[in-house]
């Protein structure tokens, strides 16, 4: 009974050291999923209770740490966790993604490309790729082990039958190392060719579900698809309205109810990065025009 | 040159060398030994808890018996023991070289996704990775079994009760097994429905010269289909010989109440 009544990121030593061994099996076998004894969190399953116990286990004092949640760095999730671990860790945090050190994520991979002394952390909700199409859990983990992916395909086939084309836009399965199928997290396909071969770690972290998994630096990870109908990451098709950027992946925004909509960089960072730098996009606030003040 | 075919045809496709189960002091299934020749359709029939669905489950290699072993001529023509085999190669078995048709197409269909990828399963299974060259047969084998192509995309939820069963079929014969366990297929379907059932696997049987082991209690289906007959009580078999000369002609008392019982057309 003489626990002490604070330790660093918030975990006990032992509870990080079980985490650890876990993230290390998840390495060692990349794409497969690490049963770990995943502990209550002081947030609720769904807020990312898996990427915390992650970004805990795996942040030390020199770390700098950055969130974001659908890519932006402003949100509630994002703002929280980053304060949660700046609050029990004292470490330093950051929006910038070239500055961080440990990026925890929610849905999105940012624009910026990672590097190799930086860590992903993944919030997963729902580890299991084959889940909605086996519901046994004992069942999809003898499909693992055989790998007996055929199951992955009816899912994608089912999509070309319905819609003409492979509908499915986020979770899109991907095959780690030619070995493990895995679910990347509810992220855009748009973002799935960032996971291949990527310099920085990304780990995975389902809290409700406890189970970790991992992308090694540099491993091949190749997105599902059939001969004759490829994989095709989506985006839609305009400019971002703030920074003019035509390669990141958009949010829709809906401006009125008379149909108008604007479409903007889901990654802040990278939008203000860009607008820093002098890119103008079609609806950027023109602040000189303000500051002139022409109509009183 | 000595007929391949002949060979072929000359070494069992399955055997069953004194096949027990017990559960418990209860024995479901006692000292069964037959062989199955490529081609032949076996009929197992009994009434209800005489052992037919225990024995089938032996066969496939769904339960482990308590005595006894099966053994199976795979594709290279070696004859392997059942229980030596690896599980992935008893699965990689069933879903190439083997068929299951369920009494309930539910168990045997994935009821919430399209006909179309029911059939086309197996073939992604095993590498299929063309979504064109997976629908062509998948409705080549739609129209083989009478479901019409413009249903290809429904699932088999708003099938009908015959047209499940049909589809079942398609879906297990698509790799082209060589043998095919059914448990009771036209169980539950109404009369002018199973026959046209019956007509259809009796002629697919035909044309792809599959082997088959069909459970029933119906001496119906027997007779139509099935070139032998082994009747089963208690758990034994109690008789055993061609369809017509067991169905026509039986020998022992409880065939022939069996064969007696059914009405008179």
Redesign the interface.
Known sequence: MNAPAYNFAYLDEQTKRMIRRAILKAIAIPGYQVPFASREMPMPYGWGTGGVQVTAAILGPEDVLKVIDQGSDDTTNAISIRKFFAKTAGVATTTATEDATVVQTRHRIPETELHENQVLVYQVPIPEPLRFLEPRETETR?MHA?A?Y??M??KL??D???FGHIATAYAYPVKVNARYVMDPSPTPKFDNPKMDNCPALQLFGAGREKRIYAIPPYTQVVSLD????PFEPYRFDAPCALCAAENSYLDEIVTDDKGGRMFVCSDTDYCEGRQAAGHHGSLSAAPYKEKAGSHG | MVDQDLIENDEPLLVAKSLSKSYGRIAACRDVSFALYPGEVLAIVGESGSGKSTLLQLLSGQLAASGGQVSYRMRDGVTRDFATLGEAERRFLFRTDWGFVHQDPAQGLRMAVSAGANVGERLMAVGWNHYGRIRDTASDWLTRVEIDIARIDDAPRTYSGGMRQRLQIARNLVTEPRLVFMDEPTGGLDVSVQARLLDLVRSLVAELHLAVIIVTHDLAVARLLSHRVMVMKGGRVIETGLTDQVLDDPREPYTQLLVSSILPP
């Open positions: 003898r055989l007996e055929g199951l395909h009816v086939y089912e070309i039958a319905r059939f001969e004759d109908h």
